[in-house]
């Protein structure tokens, strides 16, 4: 393509609009136009871009034995009525767009694909002979996001791969999963992306396991725990560790002090002198279940810990039939206004323990007449330690678990593993940390659906039974600015090879020199004789301005028709490294055949 | 593909929902399945049409010099607003989904692009050296159809290429209209259609010009007139002919006779004895025009003619400014009720004449004091014609234009052309008439878009001017059943082979017989090797349930490894014309894969 044929247009200046470099270098570098918050054009070369990235995605698949397919965009509110998530989707999140058609129907623009094509699965599957069968598309979705923000990585319309794997048990659905896993693996490192499959939680949406890959780099909204032994990696909302050994308790015997002001864990170790690993703290929540009924959660952790507000969620969410409920709604730290509320008398804030009594509830309809009480792994076995005498001003010290202090008896991880932690796995591994952005997600669904929307097939014994589940999806669009932002430097955007949007760019700093351009007309005409993506700066443009375009729209290897043409030479320039060689026409052709021909 | 890992079903009964061939066979074939109305999934057999549909499509929108791109599906009402189409689009006629985000903003659905592009084109276009330029997609658009019908033919969401060019003056959009119509016609010609390309009307839309891109088939919705020697075709709409010649009237003086119950040219012909061509009809019409004023039109013209509405709307909408108004909002036939609500006195109707004096109309505010009196020119020439009197229960006879009956200023051509009438082109040939279905629309729409969005350029002298705008569509999932509704047989569908989803189709009688297995494997394996594209029905189901599923289906070739096996030969079928011969492994490769290098 000649460039002077190309709608190309490059600003000069920073977008306002742009938070990070590579939302900033695709506006300046004339990839993508926002036509309203969180909505955007993809320019041609972006387009280009985003197909390589889909042919990569579809040539994966398809090797994966999943058939391709399209699914509607606009999907009838009663699908999502079935599975029950039409209210959460349009109202409680509201990120599902709703509209109403001309015969007074509510339709949904679809931001997922489960409740379609659990219909269609219904419809079609009736046998277990027709099991396992994976069906995926590559689609525009839509999310009325509630802050659209760094241009495709949180739009409101943007391009996925979702699929959606159907099995007669857990064990094909496992076999699928590994398959997918390699999948998306070969997936990103042949978009040349460096990223970690992580564990993910998968506690929202059901099912036994989740993995997300993430793209890392620095400006990435999640953040990934390691080992360097590449045997662990998980999303720090899923991530488990050994946090350092406590320090031993110098307590001989329980007593209650008066700790005045000493309502952090700060405040407290510089008043006693002792370890914040000797504190057992306690931290209030309060929990909404779907019945309407709610409860205040006390939950006990080590001094120097965190709790992991997902890990608790999962927690309470597995409590909820305890009191009548099928789902946890909301979850939050009950700050001293929130839970006095709930209180019969005043809490002494700061000073609460574990065991502090359930007399201090208020006696009405829909409160939890029982403090929900959670200790997290940490607590279990510490001896002497510090903690809240439940009276305001004073802290007791030298406590043990049992009759003075009972351990509460649900004792589960709610720690928010950080870096610098042991790795469960090998004890002489540490955590590290890294920032990341999730570009692919799968999960293993289970009957989640298939039970909601009755899509069951006859088993080998004549049975029907619900079918078993698996869903993934991998962010097109997303993972093309990811690759901007894992890729760019100061001049502009560096294209891993294989999603660039063209492979070579010539050059020609002085259009009005006859060899200079019979040269790189010559060169042109051959790459793209041999396959090879081409463009042709053939603009009239100072070769300053060429230059600074060709390092700014990221073109893996630029060819410059300059005073060395004359001896019938190009220089090549790598955009990665900067690296610049002289080579003879058949000798450059050669060269960028062979990295070409690598992919 | 092996079918037994395929999610393959097919019906054996009609699905009530479809009413016409290509519907019925595209459902029970297992190609889509219905979510909503107007609402369809594309299986993955669907899908691969689709896919290679589009492949064609885009290999002729590169050559022709146009740039891929991907403009958003969500649309601001802002930009709708500000060409003065979005209460148009979402309230009189209705046909765009409108929604409201979570901040209260309002939003569109896509039916098309004219909005999005030119905002895009007045950012990025700022002078006449980037001119010409042709942007396309390929996407999924959305109209909320009345009366959405035929599967993908007239659905509320569907596949569509629009592209649309700027320009610098007329003459350059003609030569890319010309380059489009080329276009459009090779790639219909490609996908294995019959068309014709017809001209169109282009009122609506403004413009100076337009050619509709019609499938031949039965089913179609739209009538199409040409002349055999290729020179001229039109779609109903915008035909033009010559009518027969009128026989001379028989009248030698005028007179007004008596006509009891003659309001009709029939009643009239059968008590005068004249001829239809002898009689000027006047048709009553009534017209609201968008500034409220609204006014009674009496259009006269041949008795053996009809009305084009069409063609009458244009010139209303040329007479619109007139009237002080910008456009014609609505025009239907006046029945007696509606013309009798703004007459002062009873109307004679059935008896019109063209010179129905204005004393007839009421006086009111928004009523236009004159009737507005058109004359197709079918009646200008007539001489001592038969025509109403403007009194109950008589015609006058014998009458010419002059003072007696004024010629209506206005002589245009409003009358509907029909198969019988001989060309304009050359009086030897005659319109023939026959069914097509949509598929491409070509337009040059001029500066109706860029001047009311503001979106200029500076041209060679400095000037900032509106660009000349080209905008052009072709309907890609409509296409796709269209070739059914063309290419179709009592067993099935009869892909055209380029855009079938597989090429060939080997069936196993007996998947049982180690013979019959190893050949067909044999032969799958080597049909992919040369990069054929081939189902392997292996299936466990009796030898005719493959016979009837392939005829179905549609695939162009079917082999099979039966009887013949032993002897290492299969029988290769053409599901088009049934023709069957018997050939060896190699001889078969050989010949299937002539026919795909002919593609």
């Known amino acids: 393509m000649r460039l002077s044929q190309m709608l190309f247009v490059t600003l000069r200046d920073n977008p306002a609009e742009a938070e990070i470099p590579s939302h900033r270098l695709l506006l300046r570098a004339g990839y993508i136009r926002r036509i309203a918050s969180g909505v955007y054009s993809y320019l041609p070369l972006m387009w280009r871009v985003l197909q390589k990235v889909s042919a990569i995605v579809r040539s994966e698949m398809d090797r994966s034995g999943a058939l391709e397919c399209l699914l509607p965009q606009l999907q009838p509110a009663e699908l999502w009525q079935e599975s029950g998530r039409w209210d959460t989707y349009t109202q409680a999140e509201g990120i599902m767009f709703a509209l109403t058609d001309r015969a007074e129907r509510q339709l949904g623009l679809g931001p997922t694909h489960e409740e379609v094509i659990t219909t269609l699965a219904k419809d079609l599957i009736r046998s277990y002979r027709q099991l396992p069968v994976h069906l995926y598309q590559i689609q525009t979705k839509f999310r009325d996001e509630i802050r659209p923000r760094f241009g495709l990585l949180r739009g409101r319309e943007f391009i996925m791969k979702d699929g ?3 099995h007669a048990d857990v064990a094909s ?54 080992t360097a032994d590449g045997e662990y990696a998980a999303n720090v909302e899923k991530a488990v560790s050994v946090p350092p050994a406590a320090v031993p308790s110098p307590y001989r015997k329980m007593e209650t002090l008066s700790t005045p002001n000493a309502t952090t864990i700060e405040a407290l170790v510089a008043q006693l002198g002792c370890d914040p690993t000797q504190i057992v703290k306690t931290v209030l929540y309060r929990a909404g279940f779907d019945n309407g009924c709610c409860g205040l959660v006390l939950v006990s952790i080590r001094g120097d810990q965190e709790v992991n507000a997902v890990k608790l969620q999962n927690v309470l969410t597995g409590l909820a039939a305890n009191y ?118 799968i999960f293993q669904l289970g009957t989640k659906y298939s039970q909601a929307m009755q899509a069951t097939y006859t088993n080998e014994q004549g049975e029907e039974v619900p079918l078993v589940m698996g869903c993934y999806g991998i962010g097109v669009s997303r993972l093309a600015q990811a690759a901007v932002e894992q890729h760019h430097d100061a001049n502009g955007i560096i294209w891993p090879l294989a999603i660039a949007p063209y492979q070579v760019i010539i050059v020609v700093p002085n259009i009005t020199d006859p060899t200079q351009m019979h040269l790189a007309t010559e060169l042109y005409t051959k790459l793209q004789t041999v396959g090879i993506e081409v463009l042709l700066d053939d603009r009239d443009e100072r070769a300053g301005v ?50 070409v021909d690598q992919l």
Chains 1, 2 share one sequence.
């Not at 076999?175 to 993910?200: H, K, N, P």
């Open 173 to 226: 659905l496992q076999d699928t999963y590994q398959v997918m896993y390699d999948t998306y693996s070969r997936i990103l490192s042949r978009c040349g992306l460096t990223f970690r499959a992580v564990e993910a939680d998968s506690g929202a949406i059901g099912g036994s396991g989740s993995h997300e890959f993430m793209v890392l780099a620095d400006a990435g909204e999640d953040e990934v725990l390691y």
């Open 324 to 441: 009548g409920a099928s789902k946890l709604l909301d979850l939050r730290v009950a700050d001293a206004e929130t839970a006095q509320e709930w209180a019969a008398q005043p809490l002494p804030f700061g000073y609460i323990g574990p065991d502090l009594p359930d007399t201090y509830l208020k006696t009405t309809a829909n409160l939890i007449p029982q403090f929900i009480r959670i200790a997290d792994t940490t607590v279990a076995e510490l001896k002497r330690f510090v903690t809240g005498a439940n009276k305001a001003e004073h802290h007791r010290v030298g406590v043990n678990w049992g009759n003075t202090c009972a351990l509460p008896a649900l004792v589960v991880d709610v720690r928010k593993a950080q870096a610098g932690d042991r790795a469960c796995h090998d004890p002489t591994q540490y955590l590290e940390t890294a920032r990341g952005i999730e570009i692919g997600h």
């Open 164 to 166: 959606y794997s159907f």
């Open 546 to 595: 060429k230059f600074k375009d060709a390092d700014l729209i990221g073109i893996p290897y630029r060819v410059v028709t300059g005073r060395t043409s004359a001896k019938g030479e190009v220089e090549l320039v790598e955009r990665a490294t900067g690296k610049t060689v002289t080579l003879s026409v058949s000798e450059a052709i050669a060269y960028l055949q062979q990295q």
